[in-house]
């Protein structure tokens, strides 16, 4: 299918399209808390995957491929409003009348317990150097230097890091954000530390 949406079968994006506009919506939905601004980033995602879709490669996942775009495009669009008054002022006003500190404050401590118990569970040399990085703010080829390893060892270690938290994330129930969300809360919670 990635390889008819790379020739520019419409069929092909219409399928992708359905497979995943709800997911993309509700995940934009969770960022921009404006159903009418992520209705319109929705149709933003997908028309940049129509334009850039000459740069799908179907050996990788798709849906990587769009978790980057929406990432993108909400990322763009919290750009824009922080140059447009009235645009945040709209942002602060929804971010307000569904700002429950309590309910987030028990997500966050939820969340970072179930976190930590997936850091705990790396292989030893891998959670030393995801803990390296991404508590130490240690870069990679310091990283390398300290282990005795190659950078791109250090790379596949954070690559299999991150890949096996999100799975353990997703099967614990609480990864309801997108990928990108869940980096952004490991770097939260580590400067805590």
Avoid at 172 to 185: D, G, R
Wanted: glycine share 2%; net charge positive.
């Amino acid at each position: 299918m990635l390889i008819k949406l790379r020739s520019g079968d419409q069929k092909a994006f219409n399928a992708l399209y359905q497979a995943y506009e709800r997911k993309v919506y509700y995940n934009l939905r969770k960022i921009v808390h404006i159903p009418e601004i992520a209705a319109e980033l929705h149709q933003d995602v997908f028309l940049k995957v129509w334009k850039k879709r000459e740069y799908v490669d179907p050996e990788i996942s798709f849906e990587s491929f769009l978790i980057t775009i929406t990432r993108n495009c909400a990322i763009d669009f919290y750009r824009k409003a922080a140059r447009d008054k009235n645009l945040m002022d709209q942002l602060v006003l929804s971010m307000t009348e569904i700002y429950d500190p309590i309910a987030d404050i028990i997500a966050f401590k939820e969340t970072s317990i179930a976190l930590e118990a997936a850091i705990d569970k790396l292989p030893p040399q891998r959670r030393l150097v995801f803990r390296r990085i991404k508590m130490e703010h240690e870069s990679y080829e310091n990283t390398a230097k300290h282990f005795g390893v190659s950078v791109g060892t250090i790379k596949d270690h954070m690559a299999k890091a991150m890949l096996f938290i999100r799975n353990e994330l997703s099967d614990s129930k609480l990864l309801t954000l997108p990928v990108f969300v869940i980096s952004i809360m490991v770097d939260a919670i580590y400067k805590q530390f």
